[in-house]
């Protein structure tokens, strides 16, 4: 019964959770529009989550959460510097080939995500196996460099989070 009502319960949580945060204010009647879908979105959304991704490591999860806010906020700084400071000609874009070892789809699907919202990176393509991820960088010297620290900085993490 509970899981009928609740097939995603930290799913309904974010929902509520972002709804509020959405709204800037706290009020009787958004805080019931928030929890009404809460409730309703992952309901409907059920049949599209046969599984539900399993979170082993919760204290790797908040560890996540503040080093992906770190380098957002570095990789701010850093490309306000490139953009204000280096010549078009000095600039070394480059595409980046990261394989992967993780294997779920929620773990990739995160790590992609992460590389995207960085600033100065977007995560372009995935193979069709899912084993390696394409990355562009705008400014990448050491393209080997870039894929280890991905690997060391997110993959890491992403896969005690998730496997």
């Known amino acids: 019964m509970f899981s009928r009502i609740l097939p995603h319960p930290y799913l309904t949580l974010l929902l509520v959770v972002v709804w509020i945060l959405l709204q800037n204010t706290v009020s009787l009647g958004s805080f019931v529009f928030a929890l009404i879908l809460g409730l309703i979105i992952p309901i409907v959304t059920k049949p599209y989550w046969p599984d539900r991704p399993r979170l082993k490591n919760w204290p790797m999860i908040v560890e996540y959460a503040l080093v992906v806010l770190w380098d ?3 990789a701010n700084i850093q490309v306000a510097w490139l953009i204000l400071f280096k010549r078009n000609a000095n600039m070394r ?3 980046v080939t990261v394989p ?17 919202m960085t600033p100065g990176t977007v995560s372009s ?39």
């Open 72 to 74: 957002i906020v570095m």
């Open 93 to 95: 874009p480059n595409w």
């Open 100 to 116: 992967l070892e993780l294997r779920t789809p929620e773990a990739i699907t995160v790590l992609a995500g992460t590389i995207t």
């Open 125 to 163: 393509d995935l193979s069709s196996e899912g084993h390696s991820l394409l990355v562009h960088c705008l400014h990448a010297p050491d393209p080997d460099a870039v894929r280890d620290e991905i690997k060391t900085r997110y993959e890491r993490r992403l896969k005690e989070i998730f496997e």
